[in-house]
Structures are given as structure tokens and as C-alpha cells.
């Protein structure tokens, strides 16, 4: 098979993020720090930090916003080979305000996306020689759920994606402002039959698929339903705003094999958005880089994720080497340094 050009592609809206500094509200405060996020970005940044070679597909404004966000994708090592950049006058950027939380108050969330350049995109802009050129293909419920066009454009590229040879990696990401739990399983259901890599929290599959029984029962059934190679499922135990502890289980249908490891106790939240999203890089990473070791990508992912949740705004950052080490510390149960020298 020719080498493709690239490891991961995925579709994903690119949104600014408005945050007050500190543990300042919205409803109070003066100003607000300007970032780049989205959930798909998050992930194909995750990727590119560890060493693989990945770029997003997105639509953004041909404006000043739009080379800020460009700068940032650029910055992580993303391509923005597959970046359409809306001239039209009605242009704009998805945008959302967060506020963190500290115990008992819990962080907080304003969406202002709706009309965004991205709700309008379509298959068209786009070269056929895009679906030959990944190894995996990316996106979530998020994506799906944004507008009709979106729905239609996510879809049709996972099909051509597919029939291209590339693996299919599909986070449900369900968000209850973009739509109904009736609508997801609709969508998600069709698409499965696609999807290799599937990443599902216990929550989600109970409360939009309907599925019953402990989590470990749930995970393979989707593999006994669908030809889902992989399916991977979050654990999170939130103690407070500030303090998380972190695991997850993967399940390798081919070898009807579950993954576990003892979790990441008692993080220090500096910022959990996008800790779920390097979660997917990481888990991604992993399987891409070593040819489908599950064991690995879990290991990958639960310190991508647990690392994340400690570097303010929604991109990862630590590369390869960091977060090595921080996998090698968690499995070390003796002397642990206060710091790298």
C-alpha cells in the first residue's frame, strides 16, 4: 500500500475561546483571554505533539480571527492543508465563554456559535485526493450535530474515508445544546457500520443507546453489533472542581480483551476542557504508532488526558518524551522525584 500522507485527519469546528483570568466569572469580570479550541482540533493536536503527522479540516472566516486560530493550528504542528476560508459577509467564528469553578461553585459554559462558518460547509470544497490521504479519519457527535450541512458533509466523508482503506475514529461527544438524545442514536446508528474506533462514555451509551448492563458488557456489545474494532470508554470520579481522578477501559473485540489500569488519583484541575479530547489523541496515538496495541493506547490516552487536565486553555501540549515519563511514574509504585532535572 503507498504511504499516505498523512497519519490523522479529522473534521471539526474551530472555536474562540473567551475565558475571565484566574477564578473570575463572566457575569463580573472585565476581561477575557482569547484561545483556540474544538474538540476535533484538540485531537489532531494531541497527535502532532506526540509525533505523528496530522491536519484538521475545518471551515473558519477569512478575517483577522480566522489568522489567529491559523497561527495556533500551525503552532501545535497541525496542517491546515484542508482549512476553506469563508470570505462571505457573513463570516464568523463559533465562540464560547468559560468560566472555571472552585468548590462548591462549578465551572460554567456560554455557547455563541450558531451561524458559524462551519455550519455551512460542504463536501464540495473539497479535493477527492483529500480521502486518499490518511491512514485514520476523524470526527465526533459534536460535528454531526452542529447543522444539517454538517451532518451531511461529516457522514458522506466517512464513507469516502472508508472506501479510501482509512481506519474510521468516531467520538459520540454527546452535547445536549446541539441535540436530542433521539436524534444521536439516530445519526450514530448509521454510521457505525463504518466505524472502527469507538470511544463512548458509560453514561452516553446508557442514556442514548439504551444499553444496559456494567460498562464492560456495554463496550463489547457494540462490537456485537456493529464490526467496531475498538471501543474505549472514560472513567472519571470528579471530587471537586479542582481535584479529578482519571481511568478508563479499552475493549480489543479481535482479541475479546478488556485493558484496564489503576487511575490517575487526585489531579490537580488547573483546566479539564479538552482533557477528554486528549484522551482520543492519545489513545489514537497509541494504536497508530503501535500497530493497534491496545495496552499501549491506554496508556497513552489516561496520561494525555490526566496531563491536560494541568495546562490552562483546550490544546495539549506535553510532547512524546513528557508524557513518557509521566506514564513510567505512574507505573512506579517507590520513590517518585519532586522534579525533572
Known amino acids: ?24 466569572r463572566i457575569v463580573r469580570g472585565d476581561v477575557f ?25 475545518s471551515r473558519i472566516p ?6 489567529f486560530a491559523k497561527n495556533k493550528i500551525r503552532f501545535c504542528g497541525v496542517s491546515d492543508d484542508y482549512l476553506v476560508y469563508d ?16 468548590y462548591p461553585r462549578k465551572p460554567g459554559i456560554v455557547y455563541d456559535r450558531q451561524n458559524s462558518s462551519m455550519t455551512r460547509i460542504s463536501i464540495e470544497e473539497y479535493p477527492d485526493s483529500l480521502y486518499e490521504s490518511a491512514r485514520c479519519f476523524h470526527t465526533s457527535g459534536i460535528t454531526l450535530a452542529l447543522s444539517p450541512e454538517c451532518r451531511k458533509t461529516g457522514i458522506q466523508m466517512i464513507k469516502k474515508f472508508k472506501e479510501h482503506g482509512a481506519l474510521i475514529s468516531f467520538d459520540v461527544n454527546f452535547r445536549g445544546n446541539l441535540w436530542t438524545g433521539a436524534e444521536a442514536k439516530e445519526c450514530i446508528e448509521g ?20 444499553k444496559e448492563g456494567d460498562v464492560k458488557t456495554i463496550m463489547k456489545s457494540f462490537t456485537e453489533d456493529y464490526p467496531v474494532s475498538v471501543v474505549a470508554s472514560t472513567q472519571r470520579t470528579v471530587h471537586s472542581p479542582k481535584v479529578h481522578s482519571f481511568t478508563s477501559v479499552i475493549y480489543d473485540a479481535k482479541e475479546d480483551t478488556y485493558y484496564e489500569e489503576r487511575p490517575y488519583k487526585n489531579i490537580e484541575v488547573v483546566d479539564r476542557i479538552g482533557s477528554g479530547d486528549a484522551y482520543v489523541s492519545g489513545v489514537l496515538y497509541g494504536l497508530l504508532s503501535e500497530d493497534g496495541n491496545c495496552k499501549r493506547a491506554l496508556q497513552y490516552g489516561n496520561a494525555r488526558s490526566a496531563a491536560k487536565n494541568t495546562i490552562p486553555g483546550d490544546l495539549p501540549s506535553l510532547n512524546l518524551d513528557e508524557i513518557n515519563d509521566i506514564i513510567e511514574e505512574h507505573g512506579n509504585e517507590g520513590y517518585h522525584s519532586e522534579m525533572k532535572r
Not at 483571554?33 to 479540516?57: F, M, T, W, Y
Not at 470570505?87 to 472552585?102: F, H, I, P, Q, T
Not at 454510521?191 to 452516553?204: A, G, K, N, R
Open 87 to 102: 470570505k462571505s459577509r457573513n463570516a464568523r467564528m463559533g465562540v464560547y465563554y468559560y468560566e472555571n469553578g472552585a
Open 191 to 210: 454510521i457505525l457500520p463504518y466505524v472502527d474506533i469507538f470511544f463512548c462514555s458509560e453514561d452516553t451509551a446508557r442514556l442514548t443507546f439504551g
Open 33 to 57: 483571554e482569547k484561545q483556540v479550541g474544538g474538540a476535533e482540533l484538540n485531537v489532531v493536536s494531541g497527535v502532532s505533539l506526540l509525533g505523528l503527522r496530522s491536519g484538521i479540516i
Open 1 to 24: 500500500m503507498r504511504e499516505k500522507e498523512f497519519d490523522l485527519l479529522a473534521l471539526g469546528e474551530i472555536l474562540l475561546r473567551l475565558s475571565p483570568p484566574n477564578n473570575e
Open 62 to 67: 477569512d478575517s483577522s480571527i480566522g489568522v
